[in-house]
């Protein structure tokens, strides 16, 4: 089976640019969650999708941040424009709607903002 | 609203030595689940393992077990064995089981695991 795929990897950017992180979930899993993580910290949920709709964007800066899941699956998660304290990993994660909902996470885009 | 506290920032073990990091949690909730993800340098988040809180016993995964202690709010990780493949951050989460956006996980700080040849 296979796992969370993102891309890309890393990105460097300058303040005020734009930049977008796509995400496709493992097969089945209708939900989706985008996590913010700092250095040293853990991470925070930013937004969660089930399937197509959002479940919970109370953490997302909704100023600069988007993100979308339009036919319930990949997702993209933007941010326009980029601030320095945006430099961080940038986690997806899906699970199945029902039961224990082990998330499972994806290898992460690593942001730096300059 | 729930917190994960892990209060070592910093553990060491020697290879093939056993190592328990800590994990306490606060929460009013009876019905939940509890787990510990691995982050190795690579940044990629790894399920370890995972209790749910009406199991009285403890998970067990090959070198990893809990200590899940329900009334203390406790639920620390046993690693056995230990490996340099071993060596990463290790974070402790809790998820209430209630759907929707309670059912968020929520995380610790981490706890950074040395392995020593």
């Known amino acids: 089976e296979a796992g969370v795929a993102q891309s890309p990897r890393y990105k460097i950017i300058e303040k005020r640019q734009s930049v977008a992180f796509w995400c496709n979930p493992i097969s089945g899993h209708a939900t989706l969650y985008w996590y913010q993580q700092i250095l040293g910290q853990g991470p925070k949920l930013l937004i969660q999708f089930q399937n197509n709709g959002v479940v919970d964007d109370s953490q997302l800066p909704k100023d600069r941040f988007s993100a979308e899941r339009l036919k319930g699956v990949d997702s993209t998660l933007k941010i326009q424009p980029a601030k320095l304290e945006d430099s961080a990993v940038y986690l997806c994660?899906?699970?199945?709607?029902?039961?224990?909902?082990?998330?499972?996470f994806g290898p992460g885009t690593r942001l730096l903002v300059l | 609203a729930q917190t994960v506290t892990q209060s070592q920032p910093e553990m060491s073990v020697q290879e093939a030595e056993t190592v328990t990091l800590s994990c306490t949690y606060d929460?009013?909730?009876?019905?939940?689940?509890l787990f510990w993800y691995k982050q190795p340098p690579s940044r990629q988040m790894i399920l370890v393992i995972r209790?749910?809180?009406?199991?009285?016993q403890n998970a067990t995964e090959n070198r990893f077990s809990v200590n899940f202690q329900k009334a203390a709010k406790s639920f620390s990780l046993k690693i056995s064995d230990s490996q340099l493949g071993d060596a990463a951050m290790y974070f402790c989460?809790?998820?209430?089981?209630?759907?929707?956006?309670?059912?968020?996980?929520?995380f610790g700080k981490g706890t950074k695991l040395s392995v020593k040849p």
């Open positions: 209790q749910e809180a009406y199991k009285q």
């Open positions: 994660a899906s699970s199945y709607s029902r039961g224990v909902k082990t998330q499972y």
């Open positions: 989460a809790y998820r209430s089981a209630r759907g929707g956006s309670q059912g968020n996980l929520i």
């Open positions: 929460t009013s909730e009876s019905d939940y689940y």
